[in-house]
């Protein structure tokens, strides 16, 4: 099995929950609509600072290599 395949599949899971979960949320539209941006905003959050630990790890080892 390819890892592509694997890692697409868990996508159209992921999607594919993340649907019937709004779907069948016991919130209101404008409170689910509030929390997802909440979430998303965290998530974003979340991806920058990453990417801010693996960039300055990058150039740590550049600088090690020199």
């Known amino acids: 099995m390819r890892s592509g395949d694997f890692m697409a599949g868990i996508l159209v ?10 779907l069948f949320a016991p ?3 404008e409170e689910t609509r509030e929390l997802v941006a909440e979430k998303a905003r965290k998530l974003k ?3 920058a600072e990453k990417g801010r630990t693996m960039l300055h790890r ?3 080892e550049e ?3 020199k």
């Open 13 to 22: 899971g992921v999607l594919i929950g993340g649907a019937l979960g709004l």
């Open 27 to 29: 919130e209101t539209g």
């Open 45 to 47: 959050e979340a991806a």
């Open 58 to 60: 990058g150039e740590g």
């Open 63 to 65: 600088e090690e290599e």
